[in-house]
């Protein structure tokens, strides 16, 4: 009982902090002969798959979806409590704890390696090299980047298998090693691709074909529009590399009862993390079962620590024991994807009156240790080049990727965005100026908006990858201009002062943009649509992949989602819940319970990727869901007697519209079918889906420097999103804090690497040398949500979590001139580099 | 990790005792927040007997003397002296170099003393790298990456800079210390303390206390009418770093005439870095509005940068300007 019951009990009532919602009119002309008109079916698009309009669920008279909601307390609650079941927080009886030896060296081979004095140590139970490791999934003697791993030791608790680690004797012999991009481009680079050359290059049959780079793509006559141009310029950019950090230390465990493996794994999916270790370790598939409901952060880094799950399984195996893993800091940065360093140059020609007539596009890019074409692959480039240029006549796009020796490029919150945006956000700014435009103006004379068409032409290969007619794809949803008008309105650009370094005194204060945009805003299809067929009658790959959802009404009428997807923090599961609430008539989301990431208890799905979740493992919730709805509908008239067109759904009851008294619920009728009605829906996402539903993004950034000092803060950022209608605001406002902190972070920090030697890290003690922002340094923020509704989609949600994300470090930069004078055009944005320009005048150049 | 063994004496005679005994493979434990990490991050030099002196009572005060200086403990917590009445009546400019020492946690468990006597952050030392000052006969920092954790002015061995905040803020307020060791207390100045790279007992320290002592007290001389200070410093977040560079400036006024001058820049150098030309340069001037330009001129005439560090000395004439600016609008 309570000590004092007079006392008032206190609610907290959920509300957005610093977000501004735009919300845009449903019925939207975007004067393309299509988009969203009024009645019940697209106008454009494909007109034989096109589905109608919402999916059947428009937003309107809304009680669950929009509301600023906290996470799912089933989800939420064990975090904050600390009883999360993270693969790092497992602990079982007579569990070995592994660690790990790694290389030392940017590139070398194993000359000699004794394990034996290692072995004889107490506590250790097992050593794992090459010369015993599994013969599926081997170790090898060729070590390609520092930290590759030598061998794992697993021992009766942390510091014994540390020791023995540091007891294992290991003689390399060192190779010529090329770990910068500066070093893996060079003529007189050491080899890297057994004679191939280090720059990745395409098959001669790919329409993107070039001998000198590895993707190329180009629209009209470059040399013509160069000719027309009055202004020509001519920039370069290099960008030092970032990590995302994942707060849990990567980390698995593995336990075998007999031949049945249990598995904690860490990462964003279940079935296709099932599916590599079994065939890592030559096993059936259905004898693991692979749980991970918990991730502290992936950032889809996270995910190349797969690597070391095969090796802790064959441990555990061959030992009898449970396995556990964690590794250092120091030891997980080598295996987390990164993004990778990279050197680009422009040049642009424009006419007087700011519009670009003529752009050449190109990058350079340290791939690490892999064979892939990476960040060069056409859809990836495609999406980074698409923002300035689908207005440009001419213009050439070229990306080269290289082989190195460092670690591995690949997603790190958000793939592709801020390390190549570094370079566009800073030219777009640096061209205005050269024509002497406002920077949002001159973006907004170049960025495509509703009703801008891109032709088949523009890419060659564009009918292949959209829903296109004749070849032609309209952008419709897409809130390009708003991000910026709203943005600037927001964070207040009419009192910029367009001079830089113009403001008096010796802290000046300065304004920048940056703009971004990203696949996310596609959405994939589910089983109730015809694409859906079509994408499945051929084999789905790529890691995209289907998803599947079960949605279960029980005998005591609350709704069980199943739903395999891990949680990273990143709270898709409330959103989901919050879509089968509405989609079955609550009013509260109270009635959905969660059931996720594990293999014996949610039905098989693909991997949580981009920031798509709410379009791919939504598409299956929202179609099982909608099954549902229907069953439960028609189970009601045949038991009401009533016309399920005279029914309506209401917190678990459904009654007839003109006699309430006619009435059941969703416990009775599962009662009546044994105890509970359940239906499955399915998602996919092949390529980048269907049509330009792009999301748009755009940061405002204001900062003081202070010009005695070369000291700089971060005072104030505006972020702006292409939301479509936000499914949980609350969450969705919070997710954009720290996506927006995030990128703050990967302008500031390059990967922590050693300028003098570099391929190696200084990274060994904690955080000393790599420098994520702080709460003492983080800006004042304001969201801005541009509802641009989705037609096609339920309620006229979008996937938006990674649209914005690229526009930071540009925006920073922007900034940073704009307040001083001072042009970095060599990430990451330092005091050292601020004060030296300063120094040497202020421009900077 | 390696085996470690804790002794937790009593009195300071008690731990003198034990050091004595073990020679330098003993090292005192107080706080832990920078001992704790070499020894986790496997340095060789890290000691293997710890002798934790928390259990000796009469090492954490902060006590008025009855001229009107101070003594502070050396078992005092930095948040202690953050957050104390009394040094903030008597020397604002201690609190606020304290207040940004590292973060409101590491100052919760980092002394005084700690503060003074630690290690240096380079991140080879920290890394375990074999230097100077971890077995090796090579700087790492010389040599490779000096952007950060090295010095601009010059170096004997170590080109590590010292770390603390704490002794460039205490050499302006003319502070002394009292170590104790086996036959006695020896007294000197804070700026004495602090040397920079020296070889003292066989391994190379930034401080001159011997493996067989203990630093118990600092003092502070009791405040001058008239003593303006001003403490700043450059980090690239607004907690946790190391300086980049800061500057603790200390004026003795005779109405606007400066009659003496300390300036002690951090984070530049292997030592706390006494700038006496601008101290003499200061003495007799007006203080007013223009004179950081015409100080900066005097400033840091002996810089030596590295590679990488050449904006340290931009900065710390920065600071040095700024620190003159706000003692001039005071």
Not at chain 1, 354 to 360: D, K, P, S
Not at chain 1, 791 to 798: A, C, D, N, Q
Request: hydrophobic fraction near 40%.
């Amino acid at each position: 009982m309570s000590q004092n019951p007079q006392k008032p009990k206190i609610k907290i009532e959920p509300k957005l902090e610093s977000t501004v919602v735009i919300r845009q009119p449903m019925v939207r002309n975007f004067s393309t002969g299509g988009g969203h008109l009024p009645g019940d079916v697209l106008t454009e698009g494909d007109q034989k798959v096109v589905t109608k309009k919402w999916q059947g669920y428009p937003p309107e008279n809304l009680k669950v979806v929009g509301k600023p909601m906290p996470p799912m307390p089933e989800v939420a609650i064990p975090r904050f409590l600390g009883k999360a079941e993270y693969a790092t927080r497992v602990v079982l009886p007579n569990m070995l704890h592994a660690k790990a030896v790694t290389n030392p060296h940017p590139r070398a081979t194993i000359k000699s390696l004794d394990t034996s004095k290692a072995e004889k140590m107490p506590g250790v139970a097992y050593v794992l090299t090459y010369k015993n490791a599994p013969s599926t999934y081997p170790l090898t003697r060729e070590l390609n980047f520092q930290g590759d791993l030598v061998a794992l030791v697993a021992a009766d608790t942390e510091d014994l298998a540390e020791d023995a680690a540091d007891a294992i004797e290991v003689e390399y012999d060192t190779l010529p090693a090329a770990s910068t991009l500066k070093d893996a481009m060079s003529s007189d680079a050491p080899d890297l691709r057994q004679g191939k050359g280090n720059l990745v290059i395409l098959s001669p049959n790919n329409p993107h074909y070039d001998p000198k780079a590895t993707w190329v793509a180009k629209h009209g006559d470059v040399e013509k529009g160069f000719a027309e141009a009055d202004i020509i310029k001519e920039f370069t950019y290099y960008f030092a590399g970032a990590v995302s950090v994942p707060m849990q230390p990567c980390g698995s465990v593995a336990k075998w009862d007999g031949d049945k493996l249990t598995f904690w794994g860490m990462g964003q999916s279940i079935y296709p993390s099932r599916a590599s270790l079994a065939k890592a370790l030559g096993i059936e598939e259905s004898k693991i079962r692979f749980i991970d409901k918990y991730n502290g952060c992936t950032f889809g880094a996270a995910n190349a620590a797969a690597r070391f799950d095969p090796y802790i399984a064959t441990i555990a195996k061959v030992t009898g024991r449970p396995v556990k893993l964690m590794l250092p800091k120091d030891q997980e940065l080598a295996h987390i994807t990164i993004k990778p360093e990279n050197l680009t140059k422009f040049k642009v020609g424009a006419k007087k009156d700011g519009r670009i007539v003529a752009l050449t596009h190109e990058i350079h890019i340290s791939n690490g240790d892999q064979e892939a074409v990476g960040h060069a692959s056409g859809e990836i480039s495609k999406n980074q080049t698409e923002l300035y240029t689908s207005k440009v006549p001419n213009w050439k796009s070229s990306w080269h990727s290289y082989k190195s020796n460092a670690i591995k490029a690949g997603i790190c919150r958000s793939y592709t965005q801020q390390e190549v945006k570094w370079s566009w956000e800073n030219m777009i700014d640096e061209m205005a100026e050269a024509v002497g435009m406002d920077p949002i103006q001159f973006r907004l004379l170049h960025v495509p908006r509703p009703g801008t068409t891109l032709t088949k032409d523009w890419h060659e290969d564009l009918g292949k990858k959209y829903e296109a007619e004749n070849g032609v794809v309209h952008y419709d949803s897409f809130a390009s201009v708003e991000v910026l008008e709203e943005g600037a309105k927001a964070i207040g650009w009419d009192k910029r002062n367009p001079v830089p370094g113009g403001n008096p005194g010796r802290f000046k204060r300065g304004m920048g943009v940056g703009m971004s945009q990203h696949h996310p805003g596609h959405m994939g299809y589910h089983d109730g649509e015809v694409y859906f067929e079509k994408v499945t009658a051929q084999p789905i790959g790529g890691g995209q992949g289907l998803f599947t959802a079960e949605i279960e009404i029980g005998a005591d009428g609350y709704v069980t989602m199943r739903n395999a997807l891990p949680d990273s923090g990143t709270n898709h599961d409330t959103a989901l819940a919050a879509l089968v609430a509405e989609m079955l008539g609550f009013t509260t989301r109270d009635r959905i319970r969660v059931v996720w990431g594990d293999s014996d208890l949610a039905p098989s799905s693909g991997t949580w990727i981009a920031g798509k979740t709410i379009t791919l493992q939504g598409a299956a919730v929202c179609s099982a869901t909608n099954k549902l709805r229907q069953d439960l509908l028609r189970r009601a008239a045949d038991a009401l007697k009533v016309d399920v067109a005279k029914l309506q759904m209401r917190d678990g009851v459904i009654s007839s519209t003109e006699d309430p008294k006619k009435r059941t619920t969703f416990a009775e009728l599962a009662k009546a079918n044994k105890g509970s009605i359940r239906q499955t829906g399915m998602g996919v996402n092949k390529d980048q889906g269907r049509a330009l539903t792009k999301g748009v993004g755009a940061c405002f950034v204001e900062v003081e420097v202070d010009t005695w000092t070369g000291n700089w803060r971060f005072l104030r950022g505006v972020y702006c999103h292409d939301t479509g209608l936000a499914v949980n605001p609350l969450v969705a406002e919070a997710d954009m804090h720290g996506s927006l902190v995030e990128s703050f972070q990967m302008a500031t920090d390059s990967i922590p690497w050693d300028r003098e030697f570099p391929g190696t890290r200084h990274y060994s003690v904690g955080y000393l040398s790599y420098r994520i922002p702080t709460i003492m340094d983080v800006p004042e923020q304001t969201q801005v949500f541009i509802d641009s509704l989705e037609p096609r989609w339920f309620f006229g949600t979008k996937s938006f979590s990674e649209t914005s994300i690229g526009s930071v470090p540009g925006a920073i930069s922007n900034a940073i001139y704009n307040a001083c004078g001072v042009r970095i055009r060599e990430h990451p944005i330092t005091r050292e580099k601020i004060i030296a320009g300063l120094r040497r005048g202020g421009t900077g150049r | 990790m390696k085996k470690i063994s804790v002794y937790r004496p009593t009195s300071i005679e008690e731990a003198i005792q034990i050091l004595s005994l073990h020679g330098t493979d003993a090292g005192v434990y107080a706080g832990g927040t920078d001992l704790l990490i070499r020894l986790k991050n496997r340095l060789k030099q890290a000691p293997t007997f710890l002798v934790d002196i928390k259990k000796i009572g009469n090492l954490r005060y902060i006590k008025e003397t009855p001229q009107g200086g101070v003594q502070i403990g050396a078992l005092t917590k930095l948040a202690e002296i953050a957050e104390s009445d009394v040094l903030a009546k008597k020397y604002p400019m201690l609190v606020q170099a304290f207040k940004m020492i590292s973060s409101p946690e590491l100052r919760n468990a980092s002394t005084l003393g700690g503060d003074l006597l630690q290690e240096v952050w380079c991140q080879y030392l920290r890394g375990a790298y074999s230097c100077w000052r971890n077995g090796g006969y090579i700087c790492y920092g010389a040599i490779g990456d000096n952007s950060y954790y090295h010095s601009a002015m010059g170096g004997r061995l170590c080109y590590a800079v010292y770390p603390g905040d704490a002794a460039p803020a205490l050499i302006t307020l003319d502070a002394t210390v009292k170590i104790a060791g086996p036959s006695g207390i020896k007294e000197m100045s804070v700026e004495q303390l602090v040397p920079g790279d020296m070889m003292v007992d066989g391994r190379i320290q930034s401080h001159v206390v011997r493996f067989n002592e203990i630093l118990t007290e600092v003092v502070i001389p009791p405040p001058n009418a008239g003593f303006r200070a001003s403490f700043e410093k450059l980090r690239p977040r607004g907690v946790w770093d190391f300086a980049m560079a800061s500057a603790a400036l200390g004026l003795q006024l005779r109405d606007r005439t400066i009659e003496d001058a300390r300036v002690v820049f951090g984070g530049i150098a292997g030592k706390p870095y006494r700038e006496r030309a601008v101290e003499a340069f200061l003495k007799e001037k007006t203080l007013s509005a223009d004179l950081a330009n015409q100080a900066l001129a005097a400033a840091l005439a002996n810089a030596a940068p590295l590679k990488y560090n050449a904006t340290k000395i931009d900065m710390a004439k920065g600071l040095l300007a700024s620190g003159l600016d706000k003692l001039a609008a005071s």
